[in-house]
């Protein structure tokens, strides 16, 4: 399964997401945690997320699992 569950990834046709993870998968559909926004877009839509994307979404999560607690 192309990006699945976990996956870090970013919109291959826009930054205005931000980078992200995604949270599911159903069929060719994938929610995201962007950074900015949760989204449910195409498989064929993503790419996967490069080295500092990936460090970048990790960080934002830590932070926020610091801030509001819970799984994020």
């Keep these: 399964m192309q990006h699945g569950e976990g996956a870090f990834v970013a919109h291959t046709g826009t930054d205005v ?3 992200g ?3 599911g998968a159903d069929g060719e559909s994938r929610r995201v945690r962007f950074v900015y926004f949760v989204a449910t877009i195409a ?3 993503l790419r996967t997320a ?3 994307e990936e460090v970048w979404v990790r ?3 830590r932070e926020r ?4 607690g819970g799984q994020w």
């Design 21 to 23: 993870k995604v949270l």
């Design 50 to 52: 490069s080295e500092s």
């Design 17 to 19: 997401y931000g980078p």
């Design 59 to 61: 960080a934002w999560l």
């Design 65 to 68: 699992a610091q801030r509001y």
């Design 43 to 45: 498989a064929r839509d």
